[in-house]
């Protein structure tokens, strides 16, 4: 069992008293008490409400006691969304919705104890539910400090949705900061690392290798869709969605698959889609020389299978 004391802030205590003003950065947070229990609880449900972006936030407060909600969010160990699909507010409804259905069940417990008090032929039934009672008020604590704690996640991002959707119609004025929070956003977390202090101009220059190592080619693959998305001003990727490409809709390899089997002429291996599990965005930014080592094709049927996806994609976006 986690044992996580009181949060501290300017005077007052995480779950205990509270200010008008949210927390938005900077601070300090502490739990106490029965979260692992309520994480348990929260999974048991059935109810198709997973809350792991939760779990990271709390694992990324722990694991730094001083780090500040919004660096969380720039190093990506908590998920971030764009204004149109924010991450925290889903999460703090959610943990309203638990908060609701726990204070049900504790009183519904609550009362079931107090007729077991009455028969005392079933003592060791009513023993059993009150030492449940006092598991649930315990948890009770922990889903109201796990509550606060989303709420600062959610206030953090909405401040930092805000600017960097300013941004995003410049991307090479995103600073190292908020083109970090773009990665985050576009499932890209693993590269904030490696492109540690990049900005947005730099990120944009063809001349910039992003080859890094410990990149896989995929990830490599992916980093590249997201610079050219950037510099076609399509990010977030579903300002794209509407212009129904062909190849950028294939988000599984098994959608690749089909458009792969639609294009007989191509002439592709349906496995080799699969196996490397390439999806359309990666077949997009695959160069000639890409598809000709990953299929065994020849350089020339390359080079035209490449200008007809590159078409594709272009014309999509007229």
Known sequence: MLNLPNFHMDGWLFGLQRTSQPLLAGAPI???????EFQSWVEGLNEDKPMPGLWKGIQAVQCGKKRKFKEAFTTGEVPFGFPGSKVWPKIVSNLKEVKKK?????KRKQTRIQELRAELAICETQYS???ESKYWEKMSQSCEEST????NF????EELSVAIEKELSNPEDLSSEHLSLVFNAVGLSSFIKHAAGMDGEEFLDVHTDVSFDGITKNEYLDIL??????????????KHDNDDCAVCCCSTPEALVDLVVEHEEWGLDTDVVTKHELTGPRFLIMSTTDLETLFSIPKAKAKTIWKEK???HHDSLH
Do not use: F, N, W
């Open 129 to 131: 539910l009150e030492i």
């Open 154 to 157: 959610q206030h953090a991002e």
């Open 102 to 106: 726990m204070e049900e069940s504790q």
């Open 148 to 151: 606060e704690l989303a709420q």
């Open 310 to 312: 590159k078409q594709i």
């Open 30 to 36: 502490e739990l106490t008490g029965g979260v692992d």
């Open 225 to 238: 869709y997201c610079r050219h998305m950037l510099e076609i001003r399509k990010v977030p990727y579903k």
